[in-house]
């Protein structure tokens, strides 16, 4: 069975800095392109991070761009996402997803919260 | 950025019911628009991409349609347990942008 687990969220005061975790299991995490996604309470979804399976690409939505720094560790089969200079518009769950090769994002962690405030 | 915009943002519907949702791009995306499924305090879950394909264990109720820049999910015979927010993405190009999200609600 296919699971992710993120970890990490918490209250953060504007500046300052977290770290997330996706934990990965039931599928062949060195083969797959992962991707972060966000959902700022009460709104829509918000891709902000990919990164290819070899660790070789990834990309960054320009509201997180120079902030925020996506890697992974295919032996520890984890996916992580360090943000800096946090800020308040940053609150939202944080999803880790699996990318489906043909499009879309097969499978979704159950989230993280992060809260950006003083 | 490619924007998506999704029609109704939101319906009322009984269980039973023929329910149409509709996405449209900015500009062309071929196939490359997927759909999912959220309930409240969960993950989404997706239930089509490249338009049409059925992700695996999805019910055949739901299916989807078109290409270039308008979109629908069909879901064919309401069930109680797809009340939830549908969301469309794209997947054409980066950024992935999703449409604002449409949520079905019991009448």
């Known amino acids: 069975e296919v699971e992710l687990v993120e970890s990490g969220g918490g209250l953060v005061q504007p500046g300052g800095s977290l770290r997330l975790s996706c934990a990965a299991s039931g599928f062949t995490f060195s083969n797959s392109d992962m991707n972060w996604v966000r959902q700022a309470p009460g709104k829509g979804l918000q891709w902000i991070s990919y990164?290819?399976?070899?660790?070789?690409?990834?990309y960054y939505a320009d509201s997180v761009k120079g902030r925020f720094t996506i890697s992974r560790d295919n032996a520890k089969n984890s996916l992580y996402l360090q943000m800096n200079s946090l800020r308040d518009e940053d609150t939202a769950v944080y999803y880790c997803?699996?990318?489906?090769?043909?499009?879309?994002?097969?499978?979704w962690g159950q989230g993280t919260l992060v809260t950006v405030s003083s | 950025d490619i924007q998506m915009t999704q029609s109704p943002s939101s319906l009322s519907a009984s269980v039973g019911d023929r329910v149409i949702i509709t996405c449209r791009a900015s500009?062309?995306?071929?196939?490359?628009l997927n759909w999912y499924q959220q309930k409240p305090g969960k993950a989404p879950k997706l239930l089509i991409y490249?338009?049409?394909s059925l992700h695996s264990g999805v019910p055949s109720r739901f299916s989807g349609s078109g290409s270039g820049t308008d979109f629908t999910l069909t879901i064919s015979g309401l069930q109680p347990e797809d009340f939830a927010t549908y969301h469309c993405q794209q997947s054409y190009s980066a950024p992935q942008t999703f449409g604002q999200g449409t949520k079905v609600e019991i009448k």
């Open positions: 500009q062309s995306i071929s196939s490359y």
């Open positions: 997803a699996k990318d489906l090769e043909v499009g879309g994002f097969e499978y």
């Open positions: 990164i290819s399976s070899s660790n070789s690409i990834n």
């Open positions: 490249a338009a049409s």
